[in-house]
């Protein structure tokens, strides 16, 4: 791009085309045909978006404006513990938490509105929010009235979000655009208000959506990336200078919008790094890899009934993830822009969108295996997300600009209007068409509600207010997760817990329930959990669990620790014994034992006669270490008390250490296994695992000491 046409792009955002009277009516227009075409279905009522996903979502909507509605009335109340997987903290961030659009559904919900309307009525509001968000962005960057609402339209109802439908939480994508608008004017300005608006609308849309969030804060670096490449003559002064030249006004209003943006990513971030932190969530890249868009990703689209479904002709894993064909009404100006330089000299921006469109489709196609997305995962927050092809809901942002150029392109032609004109209708109604041909996943808000009547029906009359209610579940049944989900639902609409839950992840340990002994497992494990993080375990009174589907259960057994006999030697092995006492901190058991993978690993147990004075504990180990020898020092603490150190090496696998008198007893005993230095073995040459390991457990042994 040359400095004149730099200058071009720089002036003609912000600049105004036409009067509010046609904007009024070019918005209405399109979000209307956007609303009672493509929405119909959800805007009359008649279906709900999704089923299993979408129910999850509306769990933690209701959720979040019960916890609203408790903390305006001064009662207790945390939005990161959602009523789910009880007794497990901070699950609400095990998936997209709505910080940033719970808000509308909690409007609706206080205007009266039922949960299930609220639902939809927030899901269509979440379409128009994004419209008018795009159409306004759209108009500052400089195009006219058509071309605006036109671009809006591709933007928010486009067959890469029709294929989403069933996750309800990447409808909110209203910051994106303005984001990049004020990256613009930050860019080719050098304002500092700008760049300080930028960042924050980063934060809202990080507070609605991590993964659009995380896919923002890449298109935005992809968007400076092609303006330093097509105009770095034309950049404004350096931030220094910019500096220097501003007024106090925009320093304070910088200031202040840096501050809201602070705060929002405190809000967001810090509770997400919190439980990925405390529960290890990290995708590995083999996970990742499965779900990075290929070449042919960009040729499905099965939602459409326009286009042929392509899907069983590519073996595309997750194939339902890679469903992110644009549709030929953005392809068409994208061949358009991409072909004719002249088309690009009469609109300046179209250079820039289509190298902030390539950039960022280079960095994350996979062809072959090969794939630049690996120098981007190891980045905070990119770990643990693993749907890359999401990233089109992004993309698709200059996609819908380039769409809008060229019909302001054609409009202007000064040479053949009419049949300028009438080719800009034809692109407007064969892309409102596309869009509107589609056949998402959908269900009824009858099939929702008799799902919820059904389980209501199977708990007691008359609940206690803090109870916590356990549906058993079959794992063969096909659709198991449909009742997870309608247990959270029906929590969060009664306002009590239940042990089920469905999510992004699930807790360490947590196992499906389908006997009474997997309900004691999942208590114990949670109570675990807390107090390995150092958090209290509740006090679960039998009275308060509700348990169906499981027959004659003893909650009496619920909170006993497996019973260890002094004397016997434990095995780690597969299905062996010894895998009962174990807590956090361990990998999953393999055919010679088991690992510890962190600084500690917890091992839980009862002991069925009083223990003598002393107690010798004894282990028969692998070592993992750098240091010579293999050499790996543990240090083995009950119940708190310190019963010393043991070096487990290659060449003397077997340690012991005594436990002093007092420190274990009959029920409850906790030994706390301290790695001094955990080694993951790709760091030292013998394989790529990235576990941090210490000690491989084979054999564990309590013994009195006479």
Known sequence: ?????????????????????????????????????????????????GDIDARFNLSLLEFFYRTLVAALHGRPA????????????????????????AEVYALFRALGVNVLASFQAWFVAGFALTYVAAFVSLRKLGLHSWGSAAGAFLFTFCLPMAAQ?????????????????????????????????????????LAVSIYLGLFLCLFVASYAASLWLLARAGFPPPLRAALRAARTADLVAAGALLAVALIALVIVAVPYLDVQSMYGFVRSWEEVVGMLPRPASYLLAGVSELWPDLSEQFALPSVWEHQIFPGLSAIVPLAWFGLSRRARTRQPLAAIMLAALAIL?????????????RLIYPLPGFSAIRAITRVILVMMLPLAALVGMMIDDLVAARVNRFPGRLLAVALSAFMVAECSLIAPESSSPSAWRTR???????????LPHDAVFAIAVDPQDTEYNDTQTDAELVAATLGVSTMNGYSGSSPPTWKIMTTC?????DLRAGRHFLAEHGQAAPAVDPSRLVLVGFGACDPAQFYRE?????????????????????GGGFAFPEGWGRWTNGDDAFLYFSLGTAPPAQLSVAVDAISMSPAADRAQIVTVVANGQACGEVAVTASRPHAAVTCPAGALGTEDNTLRLHI???????????????????LGLRTLTVTPIE
């Open 78 to 101: 945390n939005f990161l513990d959602a009523p789910f997987w009880y007794p497990w903290p901070r699950v609400t961030n095990f998936s997209d938490t709505h910080w940033g659009d």
């Open 1 to 49: 791009m040359s400095d004149v046409a730099f200058s071009s792009a720089r002036q003609a955002a912000g600049r105004p085309r036409a009067a509010w009277p046609t904007d009024v009516l070019a918005v209405l227009l399109f979000l209307l045909l956007g609303i009672g075409v493509v929405l119909q279905p959800y805007a009359t009522g008649r279906d709900m978006p």
């Open 676 to 694: 001094a230095h955990p080694t993951r073995p790709v760091d030292i040459g013998l394989s790529s695992d990235h576990r941090r390991l210490g």
């Open 165 to 205: 439908l069933g996750h309800a939480q990447l409808v909110y994508r209203l910051w994106v655009p303005p984001a990049v608008v004020a990256l613009h004017r930050f860019l080719t300005r050098a304002s500092l208000r700008a760049a300080a608006a930028c960042v924050l609308f980063v934060a809202l849309q």
């Open 517 to 521: 002994r997997d309900v004691g497992d």
């Open 562 to 582: 497996p019973p260890l006999q002094l004397g016997r030697v434990y095995h780690f092995t597969s299905e062996a014994e010894g895998n009962e006492f174990a």
């Open 361 to 373: 489709f280079a960095v994350t196609i996979d062809l072959g295996g090969h794939t630049l997305y």
């Open 452 to 462: 919820l009547d059904a389980l209501e029906a199977r708990l007691p009359a008359r």
